[in-house]
């Protein structure tokens, strides 16, 4: 039984580029989320998916972030034009839905610095 | 207000002693309630769920819920050095089947001193 993976774990970039994250859920959860943890902050919702439909963008997701579920399994979350503020935890987490029990497990994370 | 509130401590207790986490949120129509543990560089770790009033216990760890309160809290007994970290608690957003994104407090930092 393994859990969520996220790959890379760190990501070191120049301001301007893009970069995507992928996350892996637990086999069995059909519902993924992503999440953003700055230093000194909880976790701050970014999106989440059902299967491959997305059901909701937190105000947080500018227009240069994209996520993607295509099959339903694994997402990515992809980010254009990189700027310092995006340094952070990105956090990609799974529960399943339908389930008495609504619990998310989180993966390790992705370090995402921006020089 | 803020939506989930936690003092951001450090909260520091003895080894062996009771120690105390907090939580208040401001959405009355949240049903999911749930504490991570977070330690220093590494990603959150759920340790206990509650989803109706009362007490809830597993192991050295009890989580109570007062809905009418809007209060969550955690208890940890026989407090070890290893539990030295950051416990967040967390809500789920809206109203729904409890299934929804979570918002998160900042935080309380756990310092257990031997």
């Known amino acids: 039984d393994t859990g969520v993976s996220q790959n890379p774990r760190h990501k070191i970039t120049k301001r301007g580029q893009n970069v995507t994250f992928r996350c892996d859920p637990i086999?069995?959860?059909?519902?993924l989320y992503w999440y953003r943890q700055t230093l000194g902050q909880g976790p701050e919702f970014l999106t989440y998916?059902?299967?491959?439909?997305?059901?909701?963008k937190s105000r947080l997701l500018s227009d240069r972030f994209s996520a993607e579920r295509p099959k339903g399994s694994f997402s990515t979350l992809e980010i254009q034009r990189t700027e310092q503020g995006d340094s952070a935890m990105y956090l990609c987490?799974?529960?399943?839905?339908?389930?008495?029990?609504?619990?998310?497990?989180f993966g390790p994370g992705t370090r995402l610095t921006v020089t | 207000q803020k939506e989930v509130e936690q003092n951001s401590g450090p909260l520091s207790v003895p080894e062996g002693a009771i120690a105390s986490l907090n939580c208040t949120y401001s959405?009355?129509?949240?049903?999911?309630f749930f504490w991570y543990r977070q330690y220093s560089g590494k990603s959150p770790e759920l340790i206990m769920s509650?989803?109706?009033?009362g007490d809830k216990e597993d192991g050295r760890f009890t989580a109570q819920l007062n809905k009418a309160s809007q209060y969550v809290s955690l208890l940890i007994r026989d407090s070890q050095p290893s539990d030295s970290a950051t416990y967040l608690c967390?809500?789920?957003?809206?109203?729904?089947?409890?299934?929804?994104?979570?918002?998160f407090g900042k935080g309380t930092r756990l310092s257990v001193i031997a």
């Open positions: 509650i989803y109706s009033n």
């Open positions: 998916f059902q299967n491959e439909a997305q059901l909701e």
């Open positions: 987490a799974s529960s399943a839905a339908g389930q008495l029990s609504y619990e998310q497990y």
């Open positions: 959405d009355r129509g949240s049903q999911s």
């Open positions: 086999s069995e959860h059909n519902r």
């Open positions: 967390a809500v789920n957003k809206g109203v729904g089947s409890g299934n929804t994104p979570l918002v």
